[in-house]
């Protein structure tokens, strides 16, 4: 006897690439069909949304510009931390909230960017996960509901006022960090020129990698002054 299986529609991840997608968004890592910033070009390890090739290994080594992206310039992206902040300072951020009242996931995502000027906007992917394991340990309590607010509890509270500089200086970190978005918004543009020599002639896109290549070593001696 046959038994035949229907396939899974479009667009279906499973449970276990679900739950790992989520936790790299918790830690802040990016994902996606790709390592690149969009259509690649060129040789090189950089490979964009359509799959093709990159354009060379990037703007200098480690993982800057962002999480989950390689390349621009080192370290994990511009400002303290890079643009998004470390998993530790969710956590922070979350219970520095509810020390000022309840609230549901949504409305602690929507008061970090507000505090922060907009510098700091958590995924759900990094909030909720943090809020759970916080029920976890006895610090916040949940209304009943699915979107029930959460407290701090004696405990939670307690917590709190035993590390109330380090919780406050979460918001006030990702705060600073946000003095770099002029330098963010001028990467965003410089790799938005790139990527319209995905169709280039050879000659083209030898000339502009010639040009990267002068800005990346321009950009390190502006480190080394």
Known sequence: MRHHFNAPPQGFVP?????????????????????????????GREAGAEGG???????????????????FGPGRGFGPGGPRARRGDVRSA?????????????????????????AWKPSPGSVYPTLAQLVDEGLVTKEDGPRGAYS?????????????????????????GGAGSDLRDAARKLMGSLQQFHGASAEQQARAKDKVDQLRRELYGILAE
Not at 18 to 43: L, S
Not at 53 to 71: E, L
Not at 162 to 167: A, D, N, Q, V, Y
């Open 15 to 43: 449970p276990k690439a679900f739950r790992r997608m989520a936790a790299m968004a918790a830690a802040g890592e990016g994902f996606g069909p790709g390592r690149g910033f969009g259509p690649g070009f060129g040789p």
């Open 53 to 71: 090739p990159g354009f060379g290994p990037g703007f200098g080594p480690g993982r800057g510009f962002g999480g989950g992206h390689r390349g």
């Open 94 to 118: 979350i219970l520095g909230l509810l020390a000022e009242g309840p609230s549901n996931g949504y409305g602690l995502i929507k008061a970090i960017a507000e505090k922060t000027d907009g």
């Open 152 to 176: 701090l509890t004696e405990e939670g509270s307690a917590h709190v006022t035993e590390h109330r500089e380090s919780i406050d200086a979460a918001l006030d970190n990702a705060r600073e």
